[in-house]
């Protein structure tokens, strides 16, 4: 009888040890196939996560940032423990115990499978596992995956520790609303830090990885509820929270960003605008895209908040003023189907949803609104945000002719803002639009090259378009300092006379006959005459004498072109650049003749806080010298390249600054501090532009259609840039100062008639006077005339000192009248700069 079972036993004995053996051998078989061709899992120790970059005021507030995955890389011990207990409660209790894979946790999955026969198929994956599967693996469920899944998780233990894994997996993974890690997360979801996070809340987190888009907070709020509750009792078992810690959270209500019960974190940030907007463009350009929008890189910009506000409101305020004054309405262009507008919520849900400008902050914030009705004396809106229906009064909109009734149409867009009497109480509600005429203003410091204010347009929700950087505009005679800056460099002085008479040159395209905005010649006059009032003529025969081929090398000097073609009539800014190198090439001007590059950024740190750009490479020669005297500053050694001779600029600088006192610019441009500038003004009025600057800031504005056409009757540089200027710079003035420009050594002051150029006796005063700083050692040579190889008849009927210098009406091509003098025979894009 013992026989036969002893027998038996063998037999089974031999057999277990059959497929053990059998079973190691598959085993290690399956290993061997599926470990053999794996991604290297030694790689995750030097893992970089994308992350955001961020971009900073010169204050340290954050302005803007990007990113594509929107994630903030946070330290494993950085991260609170109540944030980990969620997850490993949520996802794998066993974490801290488990070699990389749970085998009950496979096979109580297995079980349910094949229990529910496949209706109950869940993931019984790891923390570990699902870091592999993120990393290295793809998503799907097939059973190779899985298989090479446990392989690699085995791996990464010994490889890495526990808090390393857990790192990866809290900064890595996917929690809806474009968010990914536990931080980004808590900053969408309840706009907190991590250790700000109540358990309730850092449980709803927890409960996230599942599927993000089935626990949606607002349209899935019960079912995200009851999926926070099942973290928060796990977390109880698990000791992590005491039973009235539990019941307390358990029965808190489920709040988010998302439902209204938090401000949203993009509520603290600044609209994006056309500064931030720069900048991506300019870093992306250098680092790449890929860097800058995962690169976690930290920019330091060099806006100044205050004066970009400045900025925008004084240019918006100019296109505003023109808009209302030309008395046509096009508004938003959007409306709203007649069926939402009988109830407030659906005009209300219907509006939030349109794309239209939400940016403008001028004389209050502009509000889309949309018309529900016109009466005889009122308007009825509807406006976002703001609770009932509103009236605009008729009065309000009297800049516009036509029946008010007929103007507007039920459904129709607009903007509105509000209106305060002067007791700053609400009186009314005022239709805004957005102009049609665009334009650009900047300004920079003329020492460092710090851009402290750019907008490139009216609003950047309405156009991103940068006009300030991208459009290419015909500066006019904006442009003509640099042929008097040629002029001054090849020996002329501000003394030197040259004829203002007709001029008439063949070309391929006709007989060109350029002409002064006045229409009137003027016969010998001195370089600062014809600068100060910007004569077309003149500034031709000067071009002609010292060679287009040396003005347009000095241009591409001061990088106003890269490449300036050679035609007499480029003299008079007839070829394109953009406001941002005119900005640029004046403060170049202002400094006393050092290349200046202009930045935005000062400086972009990597996510390890490494230096990678530093815009200011001048040296501090004793910053560290603790035996500095008190109140004696350290001293910077600059390293920049003189573009001009210091005499030069001064010299230029002291003939613009009559610009402004009595030139083209008088009686617009009053500042409490020297400014010296140029106004221009090119055919038909299609582009206006003012480029200024005291001796600290120098400043920009340009004003036109994007479709270039004449801006009609009375548009100048002067009227339209000069008051933008001015209400920036008054404001900027009040915050960094300024000062008289400062007189280079080598040069002495001779008084002369700025009428004739001829020299005056030391004593000499009067309105006629004028003090010009002359070089030591180059006698000024005075009563000789350059003609710029154009003869000049005896018969002209020349202007006459005291003579009122008059502008005179004239039909442009479109049929319009304006105010300026006569064009040249062919098209304007070849004539430049009239003013």
Known sequence: MLRPVMSLLGTLFSLLTLVVVVGGLTLGAVLHIYGTDLPSHESLANYTPPTISRIYSAEGRIIDEFARERRLFTPAEEIPDLVKQAFISAEDKNFYTHGGFDALGIASALYDAIKSRGRNVRGASTITQQVMKNFLLSGDRRIERKIKEIILATRIEETLSKEDILELYLNEIFLGQNSYGVTAAAQTYFNKSLRALAPHEAATLAAMPKAPSDYHPVREMERLRDRRNFVLREMWENGYLDRAVYEAERASPVRSVQNGDFEPFSAELPPRDYFTDEIRRQLSEVFGEGEFFSGGLTVRATIDPQMQEAAANALQRQLETYDR???????????????????????????????????????????????????????????????????????????????????????????????????????????????????????????????????????????????????????????????????????????TIVIDAPIEIDTPQGLWRPRNSSSKFYGPTPLRTGIERSRNLMTIRLAREVGMEVVARYAERFGVYEDMGTYLANALGSEETTLFDMVAAYS?????????????????????????????????????????????????????????????????????????????????????????????????????????????????????????????????????????????????????GGGPFEVPPGGQFIKIDRYTGARLPDDAEGENVVAEYFRDGEEPIFGVSFDGGFAMGNDLDLYQPGEREAVQEVTTSTGNKARVGDKATFGSMSSGGLY
């Not at 003939?655 to 617009?668: D, I, K, L, Q, Y």
């Not at 200027?725 to 003035?733: C, D, G, K, R, S």
Request: glycine share 12%; with cysteine; aromatic share 10%.
């Open 325 to 495: 004054s030309r008395g046509r309405w096009r508004g938003t262009g959007e409306s709203l189907p007649d069926e939402v507008l009988g109830s407030e919520t659906d005009w209300q849900a219907a509006l939030s949803e349109l794309r239209v400008a939400r940016d403008i902050e001028l004389g209050g914030t502009w509000y889309p609104a949309v018309v529900l009705e016109t009466g005889a004396q009122a308007m009825r809106i509807g406006i976002e945000g703001i609770e009932g229906p509103h009236e605009v009064p008729r009065s309000d909109i009297s800049w516009l002719p036509g029946d008010f009734r007929e103007t507007f149409e039920r459904g129709e867009v607009v903007h509105v803002r509000p209106v305060l009497t002067e007791a700053g109480e609400f009186a009314h509600w005022s239709l805004r639009q957005v102009p049609e005429v665009q334009g650009a203003f900047m300004a920079m410091d003329v020492n460092t090259g710090r851009v402290i204010a750019m907008q490139g347009g009216f609003s950047y929700q309405n156009s991103v378009f940068n006009r300030a950087t991208q459009a290419m505009r015909q500066p006019g005679s904006s442009f003509k300092p640099f042929v008097y800056a040629a002029a001054l460099d090849s020996g002329y002085s501000p003394a």
């Open 588 to 736: 170049m001007f202002a400094n006393g003749g050092e290349r200046v590059r202009p930045s935005l950024v000062d400086r972009v740190q990597d996510r390890y806080g490494r230096t990678l750009y530093r815009q200011d490479t001048r040296t501090c020669v004793d910053c560290g010298d603790a035996r500095l005297p008190p109140g004696r500053g350290p001293r910077i050694v600059s390293d920049r390249e003189r573009v001009m001779d210091a005499i030069t600029a001064y010299q230029l600088t002291s003939m613009m600054t009559g610009v402004v006192e009595r030139g083209t610019a008088s009686g617009v441009i009053d500042l409490a501090v020297p400014v010296a500038g140029k106004t221009g003004t090119t055919n038909d009025a299609r582009d206006v532009w003012f480029v200024g600057f005291t001796s600290n800031i120098a400043a920009g504005c340009y004003i036109g259609h994007d479709q270039p056409r004449g801006l009609g009757r009375g548009a100048y540089g002067a009227s339209m840039c000069g008051p933008v200027f001015q209400e920036f710079m008054t404001e900027a003035v009040e915050k960094f």
